[in-house]
């Protein structure tokens, strides 16, 4: 099957996000599709898919013009999306997941016997051995991945999206998925790999397309192109540009945590330091344990023991409404299960860690919030209507900055900041980062846990690795490079 | 006029009152004694025992939970503290148990749903079945009269006061306070924030099962002084009050515009909403509907007016 994208361009609302993109991918070849989170590659993706229509261009396959309403036309069609966050159902059985939605039946029942035949036939090809009545959910990401891969497999599987697949996997797990694509490729199967990784890209693609703010910069046979000329597309810019620059000294120690052990084994004998002024980074693959430690610092779930100091004294966190108490602020990774209420006015979320602050003789001073936030807004650089708009209606960006109001508005004095600039765009970015070195020049300590590396490098005096639960190693900002973070990440030494 | 229907528009949704003055506007044509002064001091009075539980209800709701032991709160309170009275207890303080026993059952479901973490519907329809066995456990299934008609407690159901009946004040005055709880103290705020995004108004900072206990602690009294008003009006607790209460109350806060998934709503719509189940209530009556029509035009109206929210919520949701 031959996909070709023409002219495609995409707006949401006045934000153009794609402009004239084309892009042509043949069976039995993987073209690499490169580019920074907001590049436009997952929406490219997504118009693809049909999960939203573009707002010009078409797209032909095997030279005829189509579009899908749905993602699940286009998986009908042979073309599969792995997205990052894969969408099983952890209840369900491997088997209920590999036919959800096409069960096959007979005389109006589900057929097994069937159903178990063609899971199997699917696993041998891939060389897959994973039990077909275990849960989804205790299984290994590695594991899900094979399992959606599998999935499209049995439906006629021509083109497929993989998107950042090794992000979460171990190194063992990474080869065997390296071989499964050498297989399906010999299949005659597409595959659209997305990726920051450069290794994976020159191991696995035969051509690469580097796309930046929503374009198409290049696309290149992999073996006429090398690592520099890629990133150089890629950022558009020297990469100091996009991390300013921060030129605030580092004081004395102000936050501490010794000895953190978790009490569901996710993390052991978790022990560090941050100063005042000091932009911390805990780097790792995802699942390594970083967002569990920072969940336990702030009493969202108890750890079994450890000890955390303030300025030198212990204190006892044991709810987040504790922490707050002290000063501490905590950003978490997902901003719509956790950072915001969505049906609520910026107003009200931005206040609500801070409420207290606003009571007056025991009532809530309404006027008294909407000037503050109407302060928070301005130095934020929130893109909105005014205090009261509703936050669902914001862009991703500027929602982020919403959360980020709610904690600088309890006038922090440890930060922690989970995937701080997760899904935000740009400019968005740059913007969040200007804050974080305000506030770290105001002494500030912050904490930040990210995955994407260029970002813990861009911006961290200091960078802590943690594999498997534990801290792997510490690193100086000044003497960070990608292959010394990843090596701890991925070796834990 | 701009700022009269500003006010109004603040004050509650525009459709709901609307839709009461419609009501009202059919119900007198088709018989005027509707709306003489006896009548609606008489539709008042039948509003107060909804209006009460419903207020409380009101907290319940937006914070995503539901309430289904209201009535029973209702019949075990009064029912305990009239055989306080029965026993000699002295009317004031009797009265006073019966509100502190009717927020300690409402606390008792708080306890379950937020420190054991189990469904507000399952562990309310519970303790629905348990207090109203109780209450006939306790009363063998006869009402108490024993003391019931000192002049104390008739007042509370049957006094009036600059020609308004009693009960009806003590309701404007619960939800003076109840309103100003919701809307303008930080509690308020927390328990909207608490319906909207539990994990995020935790996170927050907001002591989410402090507040859970809270909620159905009010939502308890608010049941037990509806309990006290059909009391003294009756002069004698009942085993059966209360029954079905729990449907008009919360009626009323879905007809007054409050989400029942939690976070959206006002006290202000709740309290049209029990104008609309008494007008509906007391107007069927007067243009001589039977009682057995009357449930389905009931559930009908509720049926219409969540209809009604709801295409107006996708729509201001499109725009």
Known sequence: MKIELKNISKAFGVNQVLKDISLTVNSGEVHALMGENGAGKSTLMNILTGLFPASGGKIFIDGEERTFQNPREAELFGISFIHQEMNSWPELTVMENLFLGREIKKNGLLNNKEMRKQSRAAFNELGVNIPLNVEIGTLSVGQQQMIEIAKSFLSNLQILIMDEPTSALTERETS????????????????????????????????????????????????????????????????????????????????????????????????????????????????????????????????????????????????????????????????????????????????????????????????????????????????????????????????????????????????????????????????????????????????????DLPEVLGVSDRIIVMHEGRIAGEILGKDANQEKIMQLATLGE | MKTVSNFLNRFTSLTTLAALAVLMVLITVMNPSFLTTNNLLNLLLQVTANGFIAFGMTFVILTGGIDLSVGAILALSSALSAGMIGAGMPLPLAVLMCVVIGAGLGAINGFFIAYGKMAPFIVTLATQMIFRGLTLVFTNGNPITKGMDGFFLAYIGQGYLFGIPFPFILMIIAFVALYVLLHKTAFGKSVYALGGNEKAAYIAGVQSNRVKVAIYTISGLMSAIAGLVITSRLSSATPQAGNGYEMFAIAAVVLGGTSLMGGKGRMSGTIIGALIIGVLNNGLNIIGVSTFWQQVVEGAVIIVAVLVDVIRNKRSLQS
């Not at chain 1, 198409?216 to 620059?245: A, F, S």
């Open chain 1, 176 to 451: 065997k998925l390296f071989e499964v694509i050498q297989h399906l490729k010999k299949r005659g199967v597409g595959i659209i790999y997305i990726s920051h990784r450069m290794e994976e890209i020159f191991k696995l693609s035969d051509v690469v397309t580097v796309m930046r703010d929503g374009k198409v910069i290049d696309t290149k046979p992999t073996k006429d192109t090398n690592v520099n000329e890629l990133v150089k597309k890629m950022v558009g810019r020297e990469i100091t540009d996009y991390y300013p620059h921060k030129n605030t000294p580092v004081g004395d120690v102000t936050f501490e945590v010794s000895h953190l052990e978790s009490a569901t084994n996710k993390f052991h004998d978790i022990s560090f330091s941050v100063k005042s002024g000091e932009i911390l980074a805990f780097s790792g693959l995802m699942g390594s344990g970083r967002t569990e430690v920072m969940r336990a610092v702030f009493g969202i779930d108890k750890p079994k023991s450890g000890v955390i100091k303030l300025h030198g004294k212990p204190i006892r966190i044991r709810k987040p409404l504790d922490a707050i108490r002290h000063g501490i602020g905590f950003l978490t990774e997902n901003r719509k299960d956790e950072g915001l209420i969505l049906d609520f006015s910026i107003r009200e979320n931005v206040t609500l860690p801070s409420t207290r602050n606003f009571v007056k003789n025991l009532f809530f001073n309404t006027k008294m919030a909407m000037l503050f936030v109407r302060d928070l807004i301005q130095r934020l650089t929130i893109r909105s209507t005014g205090t009261e708009q509703i936050v669902g209606n914001l862009s991703g960006g500027n929602q982020q900055k919403v959360v980020l109001a709610k904690w600088v508005g309890i006038s922090p004095k440890v930060l922690i900041l989970d995937e701080p600039t997760r899904g935000v765009d740009v400019g968005s970015k740059r913007e969040i980062y200007e804050l974080m070195n305000e506030l770290a020049g105001k002494g500030v300590p912050i904490i930040m846990v990210s995955s």
